[in-house]
Nanobody, 124 residues
Framework: QVQLEESGGGLVQPGGSLRLSCIASGRTFSRYALGWFRQAPGKERDFVAAIVWTGTNTNYADSVEGRFTISIDNAKNTVFLRMNDLIPEDTAVYYC?????????????????WGRGTQVTVSS
């Protein structure tokens, strides 16, 4: 089993920044990808960013590319999401997810393990 726990969400003004963290524990995978997804009230869950275990390959949604940065500390089993230049449309619950294997994916159906999420609210 794998447990994922997000933290770092909160309230921020437009133009501000937040850094989300996700710690993975339990079963160890030699090859994996970690992703961030988000879901606003009344909307579907959307892909945000993903990274492979080596940190050498990343993928971003068009809506966040250039503003968000995903990174990984493999030794600490932790993935981060640095969010800059936040806008009200970024308001959502942000989820961390893990998939086994070597390939990046933007589809939530390919991820087998999920955290509970952390709330990010960008005030107006």
């Amino acid at each position: 089993q794998v447990q994922l726990e997000e933290s770092g969400g909160g309230l921020v003004q437009p133009g501000g920044s937040l850094r989300l963290s996700c710690i993975a524990s339990g079963r160890t995978f030699s090859r994996y990808a970690l992703g961030w997804f988000r879901q606003a009230p009344g909307k579907e869950r959307d892909f945000v960013a993903a990274i492979v275990w080596t940190g050498t390959n990343t993928n971003y949604a068009d809506s966040v590319e250039g503003r968000f940065t995903i990174s990984i500390d493999n030794a600490k089993n932790t993935v981060f999401l640095r969010m800059n230049d936040l806008i009200p449309e970024d308001t959502a619950v942000y989820y961390c997810a893990l998939k086994a294997g070597t390939m990046l994916s933007s589809r939530d159906s390919t991820y087998g393990y999920w955290g509970r999420g952390t709330q990010v609210t960008v005030s107006s």
